[in-house]
C-alpha cells in the first residue's frame, strides 16, 4: 500500500517513518496530481491554520475531498483532525469540512499542554501509546460517526467509514499500531475498488 502524508507543514517526517515501520510505502506529498497514486492519506499534526491556508493556496481542499469521495482514507492527527472537522468551536470557517463532528483546539489548557498516557482504541488490540501536544478534542459527533477511544470521557479517536481521526501524535512513539490500523483501512478500501471494477468490466 501506498500512503502519502501531506507535506505543507507540520510532522512530516515522523509519519513516513511509522508508516514505513508498519509496512507500507510512504511518499511525502506536496502537490494535488500525487495523489492519484496513493492508497491512503495522513493529514499530520501541526498547526491547523497554517495547514489550512496552504491546502487552499495549493488546491488541496478540493482534490482531498476527491479522494475522500474515492472511499480513501484519510487519517487526520491532531492539527489534521482540526482539518477534517466539519467545525471548529469560535472559528467561523472550517477546513475540509469532512467529518462530521465539532473540535475544540488546544482542548487541554496549559497545565497540561503536554502529556502521555496510554489509551484504550476500539480495534486496537492492546492500549496505544498517546502523546498529547496542545491537542484538540472531538467535542461532539453525527450519526454516522464512531467513537474509537476517550480520555476522562472526552473523545479523542474517531471514524467516520473511510476517515479517522485522533487527538495525540501516533508518530512520535515506537507503537505503530495507529499507522497499521491505516493500512488495514487502505486494504480494505483497495479490494473494494477491485471488485467495483471487476464488476463495471463484466457489464
Ligand atoms: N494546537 C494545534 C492547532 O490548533 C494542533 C497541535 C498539534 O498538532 N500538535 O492547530
Known amino acids: 500500500m501506498k500512503i502519502g502524508v501531506l507535506a505543507l507543514q507540520g510532522a512530516v517526517a515522523e509519519h513516513i517513518r511509522s508508516l514505513e515501520a508498519a509496512g507500507a510505502t510512504a511518499v511525502s506529498i506536496k502537490r494535488t496530481e500525487q495523489l492519484a497514486e496513493l492508497d491512503g492519506l495522513v493529514i499530520p499534526g501541526g498547526e491547523s491554520t497554517t495547514i489550512g491556508k496552504l491546502m487552499r493556496k495549493y488546491g488541496f481542499i478540493e482534490a482531498i475531498r476527491e479522494f475522500a469521495a474515492e472511499g480513501k482514507p484519510i487519517f487526520g492527527t491532531c492539527a489534521g483532525l482540526i482539518v477534517l472537522a466539519k467545525r471548529i468551536e469560535g472559528q467561523d470557517e472550517a477546513h475540509l469540512q469532512l467529518m462530521d463532528m465539532?473540535?475544540?483546539?488546544?482542548?487541554?489548557?496549559?497545565?497540561?499542554?503536554?502529556?502521555?498516557?496510554?489509551?484504550?482504541?476500539?480495534?486496537?488490540?492492546?492500549?496505544?501509546?498517546?502523546?498529547?501536544?496542545?491537542?484538540?478534542?472531538?467535542?461532539?459527533?453525527?450519526?454516522?460517526?464512531?467513537?474509537?477511544?476517550?480520555?476522562?470521557?472526552?473523545?479523542?479517536?474517531?471514524?467516520?467509514?473511510?476517515?479517522?481521526?485522533?487527538?495525540?501524535?501516533?508518530?512520535?512513539?515506537?507503537?505503530?499500531?495507529?499507522?497499521?490500523?491505516?493500512?488495514?483501512?487502505?486494504?480494505?478500501?483497495?479490494?473494494?475498488?477491485?471488485?467495483a471494477e471487476r464488476s463495471n468490466s463484466s457489464v
Not at 487541554?108 to 502529556?115: A, I, L, P, V, Y
Not at 496505544?128 to 450519526?143: D, E, Q, T
Not at 471514524?159 to 505503530?176: I, K, M
Open 102 to 195: 465539532t473540535v475544540a483546539r488546544n482542548a487541554f489548557g496549559r497545565q497540561r499542554e503536554s502529556f502521555e498516557t496510554d489509551l484504550v482504541v476500539k480495534g486496537v488490540d492492546e492500549p496505544v501509546r498517546a502523546v498529547f501536544i496542545r491537542a484538540p478534542l472531538i467535542k461532539s459527533v453525527g450519526a454516522g460517526v464512531e467513537v474509537l477511544s476517550t480520555y476522562r470521557d472526552e473523545i479523542v479517536v474517531a471514524r467516520q467509514g473511510n476517515l479517522l481521526a485522533c487527538s495525540f501524535h501516533p508518530e512520535l512513539t515506537e507503537d505503530f499500531r495507529m499507522h497499521a490500523y491505516l493500512l488495514q483501512m487502505a486494504e480494505e478500501a483497495a479490494s473494494l475498488r477491485a471488485s
